[in-house]
């Protein structure tokens, strides 16, 4: 994750993304009469958001579906800098995705792979790392919930307090 300048979103920009959440192929005419732009500003405003890396346009698969049966959270706990660790770890194919965190363990790693075997595999050469001091494992046993649908809505204020 790269600290990137915030870019505030207008309500026209979120409603854009939320539709785009819920369909990223819904046809720019679409947008546009769902959020009361031309079909041209939609794909303007479109462009914009993803050249500024607010968004992404993806396919995103299941992984049991086409191959990949054993997913696992590998939390790794590093000594130095956690964020050499982490690039280094990235690198490795079957991880796809790396966070530094802050508590017990310094990286939440998720890896996917076609067997045991190529998960066991994985992890050795996460714990081959530089830095890398211990790994724990923790299989996926079964989704319940996964969204991409987040980051457009504002976060509610509590009401004032009333005098």
Request: glycine share 8%.
């Amino acid at each position: 994750m790269s600290t990137r300048r915030q870019v505030v979103l207008d309500d026209v920009s979120r409603a854009i993304i939320e539709q785009l959440q819920e369909d990223g192929r819904r046809p720019y005419a679409r947008i546009a009469a769902a959020v009361g732009l031309s079909e041209a500003a939609v794909r303007q405003r479109v462009q914009r958001l993803l050249d500024a890396g607010v968004m992404q346009i993806v396919a995103v698969t299941d992984p049991l579906q086409v191959g990949f049966s054993r997913q696992a959270m590998v939390t790794v706990r590093t000594e130095g800098d956690p964020r050499s660790v982490g690039d280094a770890i990235a690198a490795l194919p079957e991880v796809i995705y790396v966070v530094v965190t802050a508590g017990p363990a310094d990286l939440l790693v998720e890896v996917v792979a076609e067997d045991d075997d190529q998960l066991l595999g994985t992890v050795a050469r996460i714990r081959a790392v530089e830095g890398v001091t211990s790994t724990e494992t923790h299989l996926y046993l079964g989704l319940r919930k996964q969204t991409y649908a987040w980051g457009t809505r504002r976060p509610e204020l509590p009401p004032a307090a009333g005098i």
